[in-house]
Structures are given as C-alpha cells and as structure tokens.
C-alpha cells in the first residue's frame, strides 16, 4: 500500500512558478513509477510527466521544455517544478504510483494550481 499526499499547489500570475511535492509512505518507494496527472472540471485526467523506475523521464508536448519531473527516494518524494506557467494550466494536479508489477497504482488526492493571465 502506498499513500501519497501532494503540495505545493496554489495561485501564480501567467509566467510564474510552481514546485508541487509528492510525499508516498512506504519502504518500497523508490521501485514504483511515478507521473504527475492533471484534470479541470468536466474533463479527463491528462497526463503531464512520468518518471520511470530506469530513470527516464516523459512529458506531455504540452508541458516540455517548461516543467520536470524529479524524485529523491531518500525523501520519498517526487517533485514536479513548473515554469514559464500559462493559464491553460490550471488545474487539480495529481501523483501517481505505479507499482513494479504494474498490477497496482495508487492516487493522491490533488494539489489546485491556478494561473492567471
């Protein structure tokens, strides 16, 4: 079982930035996949940012080049730093677990992110 809590959320004027932390309980943290979802009303859970058990990292074309993803399993954590943030990314922001057998994944309960133009 792994729980995860996510923080760092808030309101930024278009431009800013933002790190949003991913805290997961466990001792087997640092074998889990971890990616970063995101979703606004009405809509879909999309996907921004993986960062994968081998230590490659995937990004949505829409977030590329202005967010990473990073992890310290020291910490149990996984960080998601936003830049050059846009309006059109606002929305209720989510980590995600994916154990190493891929049978399991876990869900956080969301950080809201605003951005204002």
């Known amino acids: 079982q792994v729980h995860l809590v996510e923080s760092g959320g808030g309101l930024v004027q278009a431009g800013g930035s933002l790190r949003l932390s991913c805290a997961a309980s466990g001792r087997t943290f640092s074998s889990y996949a971890m990616a970063w979802f995101r979703q606004t009303p009405g809509n879909e859970r999309e996907f921004v940012a993986q960062?994968?058990?081998?230590?490659?990292?995937n990004y949505a074309d829409s977030v590329k080049g202005r967010f990473t993803i990073s992890r310290d399993n020291a910490r149990n954590t996984v960080y998601l730093q936003m830049n050059s943030l846009k309006p059109e990314d606002t929305a209720r922001y989510y980590c995600?677990?994916?154990?190493?057998?891929?049978?399991?994944?876990?869900w956080g309960q969301g950080t809201q992110v605003t951005v204002s133009s």
């Open positions: 995600k677990a994916t154990s190493p057998s891929a049978i399991w994944e876990y």
């Open positions: 960062f994968m058990r081998g230590g490659s990292t």
